[in-house]
C-alpha cells in the first residue's frame, strides 16, 4: 500500500545554515509525483517543489531543492540559507501516476520545522 | 487570480449540530479534493470531484459526511450530526488536471465539543 513518512516530528536549524527533512515512500506504481508542502501558523498549505519519478534530475525552486534518491525511495527536501519565516509545519506527499488516477494526494505526519536567530 | 477559498475559518458547534463547510475552488479548476486532519495525525483525503461528479469518495469516513458540488463551481461539505471525532481541520484543493499542483485553501478549523 502507499504509504509516506517523515521521522522528524520536529527539527531545529539556525537562520542561514541548511537544513534537511527528511521523507521516505512506498509505492508499486512506476509513476508517481512528489511533493512539498510548507504551513505556516496562519494555516494556508502553500506549493513548494515537485518531482516526477521519471525526472532525471532533483527538483530545485529557488532555496528549496529535492533530493530524489529512487532506489532508496527516499525525497528529501533541502532548504538552503534558513531564514526566520522559514518556520512552519513541513509535509511531504506522493501521488500515483496513471492518467486512470485521480490525483488524490498522500501526506506523511509532517516535521516542524523552527529556525532559530 | 484569486486563489482556493474556504468558509469559515473556524468554527465550533455542539456534538449533534450540523456544520457545512464550503470551498471556492480557483475558477477553470475542474478538480477539487477535500482533506482532513484530524489532531496530531497526517492529512487524509475524504474525496475528489471533478467538475460536478464525485470521481472518488473513499476517503469518506461514514455517512454523516455529505459533500456536493452543484454547478460544478463551488463545493459545501456537510457534517451531519456532528461528532466529537470529527474535530480538525479541513482542506479543500483544486487543481486544473488531476495530474497538475493542487493549490490548497487555508482550511477550515473545526471543534466539535
Known amino acids: 500500500a502507499q504509504k509516506i513518512t517523515q521521522t522528524q516530528p520536529g527539527m531545529f536549524v539556525q537562520e542561514k545554515e541548511a537544513v534537511t527533512l527528511d521523507c521516505t515512500y512506498d509505492?508499486?506504481?512506476?509513476?508517481?509525483?512528489l511533493f512539498w508542502y510548507k504551513q505556516p501558523s496562519s494555516g494556508e498549505m502553500i506549493f513548494l517543489i515537485y518531482?516526477?519519478?521519471?525526472?532525471?534530475q532533483n527538483a530545485t525552486e529557488g532555496r528549496y531543492s529535492l533530493n530524489f534518491q529512487k532506489a532508496r525511495k527516499s525525497a528529501n527536501l533541502v532548504i538552503s540559507a534558513s531564514q526566520l519565516g522559514d518556520s512552519a509545519m513541513y509535509f511531504c506527499?506522493?501521488?500515483?501516476?496513471?492518467?486512470?488516477?485521480?490525483?488524490?494526494?498522500?501526506f506523511g505526519q509532517g516535521t516542524e520545522l523552527s529556525v532559530k536567530p | 487570480e484569486a486563489g482556493v477559498t474556504q468558509f469559515p475559518s473556524h468554527s465550533v458547534i455542539e456534538k449533534g449540530q450540523t456544520v457545512t463547510l464550503r470551498c471556492d475552488p480557483i475558477?477553470?479548476?475542474?478538480?477539487l479534493y477535500w482533506y482532513r486532519r484530524v489532531m496530531g495525525k497526517e492529512i487524509k483525503f475524504l474525496l475528489h470531484f471533478v467538475k460536478e461528479s464525485k470521481q472518488d469518495e473513499s476517503g469518506m469516513p461514514n455517512n454523516r459526511f455529505l459533500a456536493e458540488r452543484t454547478g460544478g463551481t463551488y463545493s459545501t461539505l456537510k457534517v451531519q450530526p456532528a461528532e466529537l471525532e470529527d474535530s480538525g481541520v479541513y482542506f479543500c484543493?483544486?487543481?486544473?488536471?488531476?495530474?497538475?499542483?493542487?493549490?490548497f485553501g487555508q482550511g477550515t478549523r473545526l471543534t466539535v465539543v
Open positions: 475558477s477553470g479548476h475542474d478538480n
Open positions: 518531482q516526477g519519478s521519471y525526472d532525471q
Open positions: 506527499a506522493m501521488r500515483e501516476g496513471g492518467d486512470n488516477q485521480g490525483g488524490k494526494l498522500i
Open positions: 509505492t508499486s506504481d512506476p509513476s508517481y509525483g
Open positions: 484543493a483544486s487543481s486544473r488536471t488531476s495530474r497538475g499542483e493542487a493549490f
